[in-house]
């Protein structure tokens, strides 16, 4: 079982990414995350205010389960499928966060100094973590997908809008890590 | 019975973006310092084993579970704005240290804080259909 506890590599985890969107294509769906955002739009009632939420939410509702079961994975993983699993970052990243300020670097998942209860009671973790959420959730619609859509789907069918959007998505990566971070943390 | 399937295809897809630490904060910092071999490598892969797959389904026509041909929907060809939405999504993908997938596995690994990116991804999803038709596309 100890395989299973342990992280996983990115040559078993990759594959298994793409086993994800064969599944779900040959169940006769397409492997897109970021729609369920638009849909969780409608049901809060968008439609009320743009024409782009007045669809048939219905037709999503499989999108909304496979949503549902990405939680549950996430629950199952983090409770049961390990041990306390940390990411073995290069230690030259190590240093650089601890020297930004994340000390949690090495030592937790995901940087506690974001995560950790405490964000609640931080109006600048709470402006981080929201505006990193309207810029995803703003630019996935004006790129007409995500890292699923695009990047794992799209670019698996040679599309060149799929293409232009992933390089766009590394862009702005960079600039965000190598421009922004500086003056944020 | 389909909902059931549904949420097994999810339920796996969760617990690999979390084994494989696609939904750490950290990796995603480490990719874009080119301090890893790690997230290029699982992306890499899964596009390797995508490509190849995917090739082969058109090429023989492979029908899915309704006998339906399997067709992946082409994106729009307006082009050029899709790298402006692009790196939009980039700067918040590094920034809140998760994309839409791997925004629910989170919350369920028990990270409460990151509902306030899901919330803020909800909103950023809504602004973009309020603006829709003044953006250039």
Request: net charge positive; proline share 4%; glycine share 12%.
């Amino acid at each position: 079982m100890e395989w299973i506890t342990a992280p996983w590599p990115w040559f078993v985890s990759g594959p298994l990414i793409a086993l994800t969107m064969f599944t779900l294509l040959y169940v006769g769906k397409n492997f897109g995350m970021s729609s369920n955002l638009r849909t969780l739009c409608t049901i809060c009632g968008a439609d009320k205010t743009s024409d782009f939420f007045r669809f048939d939410w219905k037709s999503q509702r499989w999108n909304l389960i496979v949503m549902l079961g990405a939680i549950l994975g996430g629950f199952l993983a983090s409770h049961f499928l390990s041990d306390n699993q940390i990411p073995e970052l290069n230690s030259k990243t190590i240093e650089m966060l601890h020297d930004s300020g994340f000390q949690s670097a090495g030592t937790a998942y995901v940087p506690s100094e974001l995560f950790g209860d405490q964000a609640f009671t931080s109006p600048k973790t709470i402006i981080i973590l929201l505006i990193g959420g309207l810029l995803v959730g703003f630019g996935a619609r004006y790129a007409g997908g995500c890292t699923s859509g695009h990047s794992i789907s799209g670019l698996s069918n040679l599309q060149l809008p799929s293409l232009i959007a992933t390089i766009g998505f590394f862009i702005g990566g960079l600039l965000m890590v190598h421009l922004i971070f500086p003056l944020i943390f | 019975m389909k909902g059931l399937l549904y949420l097994t295809i999810g339920t796996f897809f969760g617990i690999v973006m979390y084994k494989s630490e696609a939904a750490s904060w950290f990796r995603i910092y480490e990719m874009f310092n080119f301090q890893s071999i790690h997230m290029y490598g699982l992306m890499g892969s899964a596009l390797g084993v995508g490509v190849l797959v995917v090739q082969y389904l058109k090429r023989k026509s492979v029908r899915d579970i309704n006998n339906q041909p399997i067709v992946i929907v082409n994106k729009d060809k307006g082009i050029s704005w899709y790298a402006i939405g692009g790196v939009i999504f980039g700067l918040g993908w590094a920034l809140a240290g998760a994309c839409p997938g791997p925004m629910f596995v989170l919350a369920g690994a028990g990270y409460l804080p990151i509902l306030i990116v899901i919330l803020g991804a909800m909103l950023g999803t809504w602004f973009y259909g309020l603006l829709k038709d003044k953006l250039p596309h």
